[in-house]
């Protein structure tokens, strides 16, 4: 599945760098955001198929992030990534809508995999209502 363009939300830099480089060299029409408001921002401005979310970031956190891009563009889906094995956090963030969520650090190829589901399932919802 190349072309999936992914937004990928995250206020460490250097993981953001490393990971959206990655996810480029498959082949993923990739975007970096440093915070929500980036990522929000970005929203308005094209769609995206993916969502790949941080949800502990300062100021506005992913749980707020995912609300205001579900509401923006609400067939895209999201999978959020924390650094905490928080077990709430990820559960609250299915219950907003959220694909599915990866503890950090997280295989490569395993975020590869939860993006390409994510995409079939947007794409399959969208050509199920056509």
Known sequence: MEGIRVLLVDDDEDFRTVLAERLR??????????SGPEAIA???????DVVVLDLRMPGMDG????????EIQPRVEVVLLTGHASMESGIEGMRLGAFDYLVKPCEIEELISKIQDACRKSLGEEAGEA
Request: charged share 25%.
């Open 42 to 48: 970005a929203m308005q401005r094209q769609p995206f």
């Open 25 to 34: 060299m498959r082949q993923l029409e990739t975007m970096a955001a440093g």
């Open 63 to 70: 749980i707020e992030a995912l609300r205001q891009i579900k």
